[in-house]
């Protein structure tokens, strides 16, 4: 199928970082700022919020037409694949802060659960035109769920090494609700668990891919408190539930941090590594 025609739309969104926004936030994910700290990485993903119309939805949840984005209503699946960012201002309360989304590439794909669509998305978020965060999100289209290869499992992960920094993190029904809602996520996966486990074959609630890359971006500045996060990448190769314990780990590796985020079983969520200066 051809693209062409959608490659380049764009999209521009406008919003502003206010105290009440970052105590919500908080409250979510935690830990308590004071108004004047910078905002840390990934949570921006909790700005730029725009809630569809519950007669635009899908039934699993998900809106039918998402904005500028194609409409693949042949794969009514959408999946976080990975993404790549790099930071330059940081963002504080106060902010008025401007997005710009940009489809920067769609290909078609054959994978393990059949025909679906690749799509890359370059976001920019500009502080009174200075650069705040360059981003670029890789986003797969799938078609109808399928139990089967849900439950399929992964393949196993090496240990990790001995001198890995590790933080353990749990998401349960509650947390999963109140980050849906500071994202306006409403796929039922993160909340409904008979749709979750009898429709799409899962074990429980999805845990939000974004959500753990927050807990891998949080945990690779605190490891450098007198330093900034300049980039970060990772991949998205497993998924977890609430049923789940899971573990985010970091160590160097040349000029590099890698971190990793694995369930307690030792199957791998996320990969990726970031680069603190």
Same mark, same amino acid.
């Given at each position: 199928?051809?693209y062409?025609?959608h490659?380049g739309? =764009?999209?521009t969104?406008?919003d502003e970082?206010?105290?009440?926004?970052?105590?919500?936030?908080?409250?979510?994910?935690?830990p308590?700022l #004071?108004?004047?700290?910078?905002?840390p990485?990934?949570?921006?993903?909790?700005?730029?919020?725009?809630?569809?119309?519950?007669?635009?939805?899908?039934?699993?949840?998900?809106?039918?037409a998402?904005?500028?984005?194609?409409?693949?209503?042949?794969l009514?699946?959408?999946?976080?694949?990975g993404?790549r960012l790099?930071? %330059?201002?940081?963002?504080r309360v106060?902010d008025?802060?401007?997005?710009? $989304?940009?489809?920067k590439?769609?290909?078609?794909?054959?994978g393990?659960a059949?025909?679906?669509v690749?799509?890359?998305?370059?976001?920019?978020?500009?502080?009174?035109?200075?650069?705040a965060?360059?981003?670029?999100q890789?986003?797969?289209?799938?078609g109808?769920? $399928?139990?089967s290869a849900?439950?399929?499992a992964?393949?196993?992960?090496?240990?990790?090494?001995a001198?890995?920094?590790?933080?353990e993190?749990?998401?349960g029904?509650?947390?999963?609700?109140?980050?849906s809602?500071?994202?306006?996520n409403?796929?039922?996966?993160?909340?409904?668990?008979?749709? #979750?486990?009898?429709?799409?074959?899962?074990? %429980?609630l999805?845990?939000?891919g974004?959500?753990q890359?927050t807990?891998l971006a %949080?945990l690779?500045?605190?490891?450098?408190? =007198?330093?900034?996060?300049r980039?970060?990448e990772?991949?998205?190769l497993?998924?977890?539930?609430?049923?789940?314990?899971?573990v985010a780990?970091?160590?160097p590796?040349?000029?590099?941090l890698?971190?990793?985020?694995?369930?307690?079983?030792g199957?791998r969520c996320?990969?990726?590594?970031?680069v603190?200066a």
């Amino acid at each position: 199928m051809s693209y062409e025609e959608h490659l380049g739309k =764009s999209e521009t969104l406008d919003d502003e970082i206010t105290a009440g926004w970052l105590a919500n936030a908080c409250a979510v994910i935690g830990p308590d700022l #004071a108004p004047e700290q910078p905002i840390p990485a990934l949570w921006h993903w909790m700005l730029f919020q725009r809630w569809a119309r519950a007669n635009a939805l899908r039934e699993d949840g998900g809106a039918r037409a998402e904005g500028f984005l194609p409409p693949f209503t042949h794969l009514p699946r959408r999946v976080a694949a990975g993404g790549r960012l790099r930071f %330059g201002r940081p963002l504080r309360v106060g902010d008025h802060i401007t997005r710009t $989304s940009r489809i920067k590439n769609i290909a078609d794909k054959d994978g393990k659960a059949g025909p679906m669509v690749l799509l890359t998305i370059n976001r920019v978020i500009t502080v009174a035109g200075e650069v705040a965060i360059d981003e670029e999100q890789d986003v797969i289209y799938l078609g109808p769920p $399928s139990p089967s290869a849900a439950a399929a499992a992964a393949p196993s992960a090496p240990p990790l090494p001995a001198g890995a920094v590790k933080r353990e993190h749990a998401a349960g029904p509650l947390e999963m609700f109140r980050y849906s809602a500071m994202t306006a996520n409403s796929h039922r996966l993160h909340y409904d668990l008979e749709y #979750a486990t009898q429709v799409e074959g899962r074990a %429980g609630l999805l845990v939000h891919g974004p959500l753990q890359a927050t807990w891998l971006a %949080g945990l690779a500045e605190s490891l450098a408190p =007198s330093k900034r996060l300049r980039s970060i990448e990772f991949r998205n190769l497993g998924s977890a539930t609430h049923r789940d314990g899971m573990v985010a780990a970091a160590w160097p590796e040349n000029d590099k941090l890698r971190l990793e985020l694995r369930r307690a079983d030792g199957e791998r969520c996320i990969a990726g590594t970031a680069v603190l200066a």
